[in-house]
């Protein structure tokens, strides 16, 4: 079975300051790492995600994430936040089998002050 | 392309009562999953299907939700006898078939919040 931990429900940032969302996950195969953004009212977009290729894995909006199997990590970082950052970010997982169900993890609000 | 649909996108409803949600997926996606997210909890995965099969309904909660897909296009999640802790909000995703496993992408429709009074 996989699992996802978000560390901190809500998390708050300047505007121009670097965010730093935190992923762990448990997997007993390598796994498939997704990021997805809920802006209000709209559905769950995929910010970026790591299939096994590069470690570092660009995504949309100037996001990045670094897998580290060695600490079973999968955090998304952005170098300066802008205002339309505020949204809900979810980290999800799916495994490498034949099983496609992504396993998500509770969520973290990113605010971010003028 | 549009994207993924759902209708309604709010519910009120009786506890006792049905209600039937809707999902249209990105047309050409063969694959298509319901997930749940009760306030406050994580999103949750109900059931995927293939086309018109359902591959992996482990996630389905009791036998009170029934889910199909007719004809391999939209599909349907209806509840019945609805409770209320199946209070919530339904989303669905679809993602084109692809050989091999599970990597593809999900697109993600906006969600049909549901409340059970």
């Known amino acids: 079975a996989q699992s996802v931990t978000q560390l901190g429900s809500h998390v708050s940032v300047s505007e121009g300051a670097l965010v730093l969302l935190r992923c762990n996950y448990s997997?007993?195969?390598?796994?498939?790492l997704f990021w997805y953004v809920q802006y209000p009212n709209q559905g769950l977009q995929l910010l970026l995600k790591?299939?096994?290729?590069?470690?570092l894995v660009k995504g949309i909006n100037g996001f990045e994430a670094e897998f580290k199997k060695s600490e079973t990590s999968f955090h998304l970082t952005k170098p300066s936040a802008h205002m339309s950052d505020a949204a809900e970010y979810f980290c999800?997982?799916?495994?490498?089998?034949?099983?496609?169900?992504?396993?998500f993890g509770s969520g973290t609000r990113l605010q971010v002050q003028p | 392309e549009a994207g993924v649909t759902q209708f309604p996108s709010h519910s009120v409803i009786e506890k006792g009562q049905t209600v039937t949600l809707r999902c249209d997926p990105i047309?050409?996606?063969?694959?298509l999953y319901w997930y749940r997210r009760v306030m406050g909890k994580e999103i949750k995965f109900l059931l995927h299907?293939?086309?018109?099969?359902?591959?992996?309904e482990s996630g389905m909660p009791n036998n009170r939700f029934l889910a199909e897909r007719t004809g391999g296009t939209y599909s349907t999640l209806k509840v019945q006898p609805a409770e209320l802790e199946d209070s919530g909000v339904y989303f669905c995703?679809?993602?084109?078939?692809?050989?091999?496993?599970?990597?593809?992408?999900?697109?993600f429709g906006p969600g049909t919040r549901l409340t059970v009074l």
């Open positions: 995703a679809s993602s084109r078939r692809l050989a091999g496993v599970g990597a593809d992408t999900q697109y």
């Open positions: 997997s007993s195969v390598p796994p498939y």
């Open positions: 790591y299939t096994s290729a590069a470690t």
């Open positions: 999800a997982v799916s495994l490498n089998t034949g099983r496609r169900a992504l396993t």
């Open positions: 047309s050409g996606h063969d694959n």
């Open positions: 299907f293939v086309k018109e099969s359902k591959q992996d």
